[in-house]
Every structure is written in structure tokens, then in C-alpha cells.
């Protein structure tokens, strides 16, 4: 099972090009334009110090050169101007393209089987949200505006060269071959090697996040040298990866360079053996020659911009590539029978690793409306029975079904509707306690808000918060101890009704006292839902329609509480265990 999140292919990376180009065609016609513009202003300023030199040499007056200075000042702001206007345009349109993919990602992420991105690790989503749209910013803000100034310059510097002297412009070609095989050399080797340091980065951006993630388990367990370790090997292939980059740029950019220069020497050349010849002015070799220089600017923005394309380019296969992964579809009015409501789960198989199967064939059936507590050891399996009952991974074989529906079929805003998951995992997020309820569905009235509060024991600490339910909480707001944040997930839960709640300990946090009431609560408040509940405290047991113990991927039990005690199996022998210690 492949865990990393995909890249897509050069076609879907074509299309998106071609799309982007059709949809923003105006703007990127009128950028182009302002870019041809500008070059060719700032091609008149050799042929004016050409004519100067010429007319010096054969004798002119003051009057003459000061006009020509004049006008060479004149074109000098033209080209200025229009510069700053191709740059604004262009800028525009980076910006606005930039807005699109990040928006249409992160749209997307946000679809995203939860399975798949735990499976990938969020620092690969993360570092292609980030850096890899960065790094598309930053090639379409400059890279479409400087390849095509550096080509028209290239274009029509060369034309203007060879209406000047096309003998003299016959030094050029020395510079055909140098180009040509160096950059053949190059493109092929770079491309493979750029996509493998973007994944190298992708890597450490990971390690990263889980090591800040992780940071109390690390200092607990002491396993920072381990981390450190991790991260340095990690660090160490993503450094072995530049190097190599660096390496392939060395062996080309000299050949480059030399393209550069030699051509000038060989305009010299011809130059001086034309001039004696008396086939060529002084003056129109030093225009020649400005020409050739002029052009080596050009041509190294060129490879250098294509060489930064390469980098843009693995960028968006990085970013599409997200989009190409299948997620839930969300058409919630999409015509469709409505499932039932007895969860159906025949012979069900899951592993998180292709070797290590963890759930090995679980069948069990909940009419709608019960309650099924669902003990066993750790690692037994129940966490990972809990997400697939939600829908949030996926069998790799058998069926978890409302009725007749499989899960997996239900549209991922109907989903939300028939079953939630509740761990003891909940995040606060930075904003108000309405709003951080409100991510429930729908859009709750005070009224309603306020019920499921008391519902679920928060009514005291919420009248003493300064702004009731506007106080901002999480990150930089009013402070929500862990205890408090497991009651607010549980109000969230309330709130969006769902006929099927799987509580994965969803009360563990809470003292024992404070959990019990919170339980007898919510067994009135739940009631007529089905609820499984995956329990450490076997007394939430007593209570259950059915109880199912798991042991090693497998339901190794299953009855009431009182069938279970009488069959006198592994679940009566926990069941005394925890009967002594209280
Ligand atoms: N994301 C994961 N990737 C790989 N293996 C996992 C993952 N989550 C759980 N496992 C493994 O699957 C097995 C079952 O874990 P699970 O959390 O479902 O058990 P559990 O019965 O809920 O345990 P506990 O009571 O400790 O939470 C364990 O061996 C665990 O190491």
C-alpha cells in the first residue's frame, strides 16, 4: 500500500496550463504585449550609441549629438515605464493564479479521506500547500514575464544584428553547439533529481511536524536522540540531493558562459579582418559587438528561467497531484435511497501496512437505536473497528453497511449526517466558542448552543467565561483545559445529530466522577441513537444492549452484560479485575 500522496503526470500538468492560459487569456496578451514593448524600446539604445560612434568618426556638430542624447534619455524612460507597467500586470496575475491553486488545494485537502493523509503524513500535504505553492508563485510571477522578454530580446537583438552586418553576425553560430549539447547534457538529469529534492524536503517538513507534534512524548520517553537521528537522516538526503543539483550546475553553467564570451571574440575576429578589407565601418562593429553582449544577458536569464521552470513544474505535479486523489463525493442532494439504520458489518478486514493485517474478519451486527460498548486489551483493534464504522478508513475487505449501504458509497456530507466519531483527540480552534461549535452542521441557534452546553455540563463554566458564548478560545484566546475540550467535542456532537455516534473513550479525560454524570447524561441525550462505545471503564458496560470484547483483531465475545458474566469467559475475568480495584 503505497502511503505518499501521488504526483500527477505531465499531461494533467499540460491541461492545467493550457486551461489556466485559455481562461486568463486577455491578461496574459496584455502582459506579453507591455514585455514585447519594453524589449524593443530598449533595443533602439545601441543603434543610437551606433549612429553616434559613426558620426563622430566621419565628423558631426554639437547640435547633432545632443539630440541624440536626448532621445537616447527619452527612450531610456520610455522603457522604464513600460517595464514598471509589465511588471504590475504581470504581478496581477501571478497573485490571482496563486490565489486559484491554493484555494482549489486546500479545498480539495480538506476533502480528503482522513485515512489517506494520516497515511501520507500531514508535513507532505503541509509542505505542498506551503512551499511547493510558493514555489509556483514565484515561477509564474516571473518566470512567463522573463522567458518571453529574454526570447523577443534574443529574436530581435539577432534580427537587428544581422540587418546591421549579417558577415558579423556569423560569430553568433560559435555559440550553437556550446548551448545546444551542455543544456542536452543538463535537462535530463536535473528534472529527475529537482523532483527528489522536493520529496526530500516533503520529508523533512514531516519529521519536523512530528517531532513539535510529538514533543511531550519524545521528552517523556526520551527518545530525542532518536528523533534527532531521524531528522538527520532525513536532513542528510535532502542535503546529498542539493549537492548533486549543485554538482549538475557546475558541469553546465561553465559551458554556458563560454558561449557567452567566445562569440564577441569571434565578431572581433571577422571584425578586424572585414574592417581591413574595408567591407565593414568601425562603427558598425562596435554596434555589432554591443549586440552580442547585449544578447548573453538574455540568454542566461533564459536557461537560467528554464532551469527555474523545472522547479515550477514539479511544484504543480506536487500540488495537482493532490487533486488526482478520488475523495468522498460531496454532492449531498445527489438523488439516492437513504440508508438504513441497523449497522451491518460482515466479515471485515483492515490493516494499516500491507504485512500486518489487524482486523481479521470481524462480523457484527447493531439493530438501530442500541448501544454497544466494545472492550479488550490495548491493540486489540477497537480504535480501529471505531474508524471504520465511521467511514474514516476504508476495508480492504468486507463491508461496514447502514442497512444495505456501504458506508464507503454514502456522499461525505451524508456521512456526517449518519454517523461521528468522538475520540479523545479534540482540537480547540482559534475562535469563538460559537463559531468553534458551529463547525458542527447546520447553523445553531443561542437556544440550541446553549442546551447542548448544559446537556453536557459546560453550563457553569460558560457563564463564567468574560464574553459568554463570543469568548475567543484556543490559541491566544480564553484558555480550555483538556477535560473542558472533550465536552465541548461532545456539545459539537449534539449538535449534529447524527444517528450513529462512536465514542472511542470519549470521556477518558474526565475524573471519574465528572465522567459518570457525564455518561448518565449523555445515555438520556443519545438515547435512540445507536452508539458504540469503545470503553476502558468496563462499568459503561453494565448498561449496553450488547457487549463485544475484541482480542487480537477478532470479537472473541458478544452478549449482554449478564450473558457474558454467566458464560464466566474473558469478559467476566476483566469484569472481576475491575470490580476489585474500585
Ligand atoms: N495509524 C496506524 N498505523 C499503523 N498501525 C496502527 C495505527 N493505528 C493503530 N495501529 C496498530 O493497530 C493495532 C490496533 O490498534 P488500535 O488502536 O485499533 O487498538 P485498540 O484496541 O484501540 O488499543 P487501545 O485500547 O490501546 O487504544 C495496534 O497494534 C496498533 O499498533
Redesign the pocket.
Known amino acids: 500500500m503505497s502511503t505518499k500522496l501521488p504526483l500527477a503526470g505531465g499531461a494533467a500538468v499540460r491541461r492545467w496550463m493550457w486551461r489556466t492560459l485559455l481562461v486568463h487569456r486577455r491578461h496574459f496578451a496584455a502582459m506579453m504585449l507591455l514585455f514585447g514593448l519594453t524589449t524593443l524600446v530598449g533595443l533602439i539604445g545601441p543603434q543610437i550609441l551606433g549612429s553616434l560612434v559613426d558620426s563622430v568618426v566621419t565628423g558631426t556638430t554639437t547640435g547633432y549629438v545632443d539630440l541624440l542624447a536626448a532621445v537616447f534619455l527619452v527612450v531610456l524612460v520610455v522603457q522604464a515605464l513600460l517595464a514598471r507597467s509589465a511588471r504590475l500586470r504581470a504581478t496581477m496575475l501571478g497573485e490571482h493564479l496563486l490565489a486559484e491553486s491554493r484555494e482549489s488545494m486546500v479545498g480539495h485537502a480538506l476533502r480528503l479521506p482522513l485515512g489517506t493523509v494520516?497515511a501520507a503524513g500531514t508535513g507532505d500535504l503541509l509542505s505542498r500547500a506551503t512551499t511547493d505553492v510558493d514555489r509556483l508563485d514565484y515561477t509564474i510571477r516571473n518566470a512567463a514575464p522573463e522567458i518571453t522578454t529574454a526570447l523577443i530580446t534574443i529574436v530581435l537583438t539577432g534580427t537587428a544584428m544581422i540587418i546591421t552586418s549579417p558577415l558579423l553576425a556569423c560569430g553568433m553560430l560559435i555559440a550553437v553547439p556550446l548551448m545546444v549539447f551542455s543544456t542536452r547534457w543538463y535537462f535530463p538529469r536535473s528534472l529527475p533529481n529537482i523532483e527528489q529534492i522536493a520529496a526530500n524536503w516533503s520529508d523533512v517538513q514531516s519529521s519536523t511536524h512530528e517531532s513539535v507534534e510529538g514533543a511531550r512524548a519524545i521528552a517523556a520517553l526520551r527518545l530525542g536522540a532518536r528523533r534527532r537521528a531521524r531528522n538527520e537522516q532525513v536532513l542528510g538526503r535532502a542535503a546529498a540531493s542539493e549537492k548533486r543539483h549543485r554538482y549538475l550546475l557546475t558541469v553546465w553553467l561553465p559551458f554556458l558562459e563560454l558561449s557567452y564570451v567566445l562569440p564577441i571574440g569571434a565578431i572581433l575576429l571577422i571584425g578586424g579582418w572585414a574592417y581591413q578589407a574595408e567591407l565593414v565601418e568601425l562603427g558598425t562593429i562596435i554596434t555589432v559587438v554591443l549586440y552580442a553582449q547585449a544578447m548573453s544577458n538574455p540568454f542566461d536569464e533564459l536557461f537560467m528561467w528554464l532551469e527555474e521552470l523545472q522547479t515550477g513544474h514539479t511544484a504543480l505535479q506536487r500540488i495537482l497531484g493532490v487533486r488526482e486523489i478520488p475523495v468522498a463525493d460531496d454532492d449531498a442532494s445527489r438523488p439516492g435511497e437513504e440508508p438504513g439504520r441497523d449497522l451491518v458489518i460482515r466479515d471485515l478486514r483492515f490493516s494499516?501496512?500491507e504485512d500486518r493485517e489487524?482486523l481479521h474478519g470481524v462480523d457484527l451486527t447493531v439493530p438501530a437505536g442500541q448501544r454497544l460498548v466494545i472492550v479488550?486489551?490495548?491493540?486489540?483493534?477497537?480504535?480501529?473497528?471505531g474508524r471504520l464504522i465511521a467511514g474514516i478508513s476504508r476495508p480492504d475487505s468486507g463491508s461496514v453497511a447502514f442497512g444495505s449501504t456501504e458506508i464507503t458509497d454514502l456522499p461525505a456530507a451524508r456521512l456526517r449526517r449518519e454517523v461521528v466519531l468522538l475520540t479523545q483527540e479534540h482540537h480547540v480552534f482559534a475562535c469563538s466558542l460559537r463559531e468553534n461549535l458551529a463547525l458542527a452542521d447546520g447553523d445553531p441557534n443561542d437556544d440550541q448552543l446553549t442546551d447542548a452546553l448544559k446537556a453536557v455540563g459546560l453550563h457553569d463554566w460558560v457563564s463564567a467565561l468574560p464574553d459568554g458564548l463570543d469568548t475567543v478560545l484556543g490559541a491566544g484566546g480564553h484558555p480550555v483545559p483538556a477535560a473542558r475540550a472533550q465536552q465541548l467535542a461532545l456539545a459539537r456532537v449534539l449538535l449534529a445529530d447524527p444517528h450513529t455516534v462512536v465514542l472511542?473513550?470519549a470521556t477518558s479525560l474526565l475524573d471519574n466522577v465528572t465522567s459518570r454524570e457525564l455518561e448518565r447524561a449523555l445515555s438520556t441525550l443519545l438515547a435512540g441513537r445507536t452508539v458504540i462505545a469503545?470503553a476502558?471503564r468496563l462499568h459503561t458496560a453494565r448498561n449496553a444492549d450488547q457487549v463485544a470484547v475484541?482480542s487480537d483483531?477478532r470479537i472473541v465475545e458478544l452478549g449482554s452484560h449478564e450473558e457474558l458474566l454467566a458464560a464466566d469467559g474473558s469478559y467476566a475475568r476483566l469484569y472481576r479485575v475491575a470490580q476489585r480495584r474500585v
Open positions: 494520516e494499516y501496512r489487524i479488550g486489551p490495548s491493540g486489540a483493534g477497537k480504535s480501529t473497528l472511542d473513550e469503545i476502558h475484541m483483531g
